[in-house]
């Protein structure tokens, strides 16, 4: 909030960054450790999921009124309170969990994930306006691929690896991993085209984007909590892949919009797309910290959060190379869309195979 120039501000944003790498996947863990009864823990992530939700949709309005009211460095400021608010509710009633003694850093994992990410995410923003074939968006590309193998070289030989690539020897973890990614990339992605289609194509302010999105956010919540218990009556599997359904049947919907489509003739395929989030994240979580054992729940919990930032980073970067200001940001939204569908369409079909042979 008091940064004088970017650098600091950008500085101060991987700060924020980190503190929530080290936030959503240690709050999973302690509710994996606090409710090991599968049903239990499905409820409990139902309600964690429901809170994630709340704050999505409250975010993008109380960000936009700020920002309209007072100012762009308000919305760091009030997070002040919350976060005090946050670390005394911890202090008070979090249960204490047996630390893994002996525990390292893995820097060269982590430095070769970001290298790997970073320029993969870089080399995908820089191929919409320079073109496949510029040496830069290459060198992107190559830089990427040589990092990615030696990440998975680093894990294989690592005492102590971040990522234990022997986890991913469980079909079910693999499952919802995968189905994670291509969930977040499909719904990041989306996020960050209709945003710039209520901005830039229909003018309208922070504030106004943030309440456009009120319907979408509103009804992920209720579904949060409807999702549990539908799980427990038709398994996590199949509610994940109808979620799945639901928002690509949303996708699909909203490939016909023009720059004269009215917000209201959008307003149900949003709501189904928020509606098919809301059924498939709590037994996807619970699905996949249900595959481990607790003493590795924190891990567990760590690769869900990264396929969420990964498929927001992969998402925003390559939707956004498809969008561009004028005629042809339209097409760009459409071709966003169907790919958004046929990713979820293919994350439902994932989920259904893979759990099938899974009980075989």
């Known amino acids: 909030a008091l940064a004088p120039t970017a650098a600091i501000l950008i500085a101060s944003r991987a700060m924020q960054g980190i503190g929530a790498a080290v936030l959503v996947p240690n709050s999973l863990a302690l509710l994996n450790h606090a409710y090991p009864d599968e049903r239990e823990r499905g409820r409990a992530v139902g309600i964690w999921a429901a809170g994630a939700s709340l704050a999505l949709t409250a975010?993008?309005?109380?960000?936009g009124g700020l920002i309209a009211l007072v100012g762009w460095r308000s919305i760091f400021l009030v997070n002040l309170p919350i976060g005090l608010a946050g670390l005394w509710m911890t202090w008070r009633?979090?249960?204490?969990?047996?630390?893994?003694?002996?525990?390292?850093?893995?820097?060269?994992g982590q430095a070769t994930a970001i290298a790997a990410l970073g320029c993969l995410a870089g080399a995908i923003i820089e191929a919409g306006a320079l073109g496949v074939g510029d040496r830069w968006?290459?060198?992107?590309?190559?830089?990427?691929?040589?990092?990615?193998?030696?990440?998975i070289l680093q894990?294989?030989?690592?005492?102590?690896?971040?990522?234990?690539?022997?986890?991913?020897?469980?079909?079910?973890?693999?499952?919802?991993?995968?189905?994670?990614?291509?969930?977040?990339?499909?719904f990041y992605g989306l996020i960050f085209v209709l945003s710039l289609f209520f901005q830039q194509?229909?003018?309208?302010?922070?504030?106004?984007?943030?309440?456009?999105?009120?319907?979408?956010?509103?009804?992920?919540l209720p579904a949060n909590l409807l999702?549990?218990?539908?799980?427990?009556?038709?398994?996590?599997?199949?509610?994940?892949?109808?979620?799945?359904?639901?928002?690509?049947?949303?996708?699909?919907?909203?490939?016909?919009?023009?720059?004269?489509?009215?917000?209201?003739?959008?307003?149900?395929?949003?709501?189904a797309l928020g509606g098919g989030l809301g059924l498939l994240v709590p037994p996807l979580t619970s699905t996949l910290l249900g595959s481990v054992e607790k003493a590795r729940s924190g891990i567990a919990a760590g690769v869900?959060?990264?396929?969420?930032?990964?498929?927001?980073?992969?998402?925003?970067?390559?939707?956004?190379?498809?969008?561009?200001?004028?005629?042809?940001?339209?097409?760009?939204?459409?071709?966003?869309?169907?790919?958004?569908?046929?990713?979820?369409?293919v994350a439902a079909a994932t989920i259904v195979a893979g759990s099938r042979k899974a009980k075989v």
């Open 155 to 186: 894990e294989r030989r690592a005492h102590q690896p971040m990522l234990p690539l022997s986890l991913f020897g469980n079909r079910m973890f693999s499952l919802t991993s995968a189905v994670g990614l291509l969930v977040n990339v499909a």
């Open 201 to 220: 194509v229909n003018g309208w302010s922070a504030f106004a984007t943030g309440l456009a999105f009120l319907p979408m956010m509103g009804v992920v």
């Open 59 to 63: 975010g993008p309005l109380a960000g």
């Open 227 to 271: 999702a549990p218990r539908a799980a427990e009556r038709f398994g996590a599997p199949a509610v994940i892949a109808v979620g799945a359904a639901i928002a690509a049947v949303g996708c699909l919907a909203l490939t016909g919009i023009e720059r004269q489509t009215s917000y209201w003739a959008m307003c149900a395929q949003l709501v």
């Open 93 to 108: 009633y979090a249960i204490d969990t047996a630390p893994s003694p002996g525990r390292e850093l893995d820097l060269p």
């Open 304 to 345: 869900l959060n990264s396929t969420r930032q990964t498929g927001s980073v992969l998402g925003v970067a390559l939707f956004g190379s498809l969008v561009s200001q004028g005629n042809a940001f339209v097409g760009g939204a459409r071709t966003a869309l169907v790919i958004s569908a046929a990713l979820l369409l």
């Open 137 to 151: 968006v290459l060198g992107g590309f190559a830089v990427s691929a040589v990092a990615a193998a030696l990440f």
